[in-house]
């Protein structure tokens, strides 16, 4: 199992640093939230984004 952080959603997915962390707190994102950060299981990014053709972005909850 790899977990990744926000910073390698950023690096994988090659978006800026804002967009990733909005991406974590998206409602119908597998991440989970460890005190104030947040992770997402490698496997199950891949699943979510198999299945996911857009998304839409709060940038007033980073």
Do not use: C, H
């Not at 891949?46 to 007033?60: A, I, N, Q």
């Amino acid at each position: 199992m790899n977990i990744l952080t926000t910073e390698d959603l950023q690096e994988l997915l090659k978006i800026p640093e804002r967009r990733a962390k909005a991406l974590m707190r998206a409602e119908g994102f597998p991440s989970i939230r460890i005190g104030r950060d947040y992770r997402v299981e490698e496997e199950a990014l891949m699943e979510w984004l198999k299945t996911t053709k857009s998304v839409k972005l709060d940038y007033s909850k980073i």
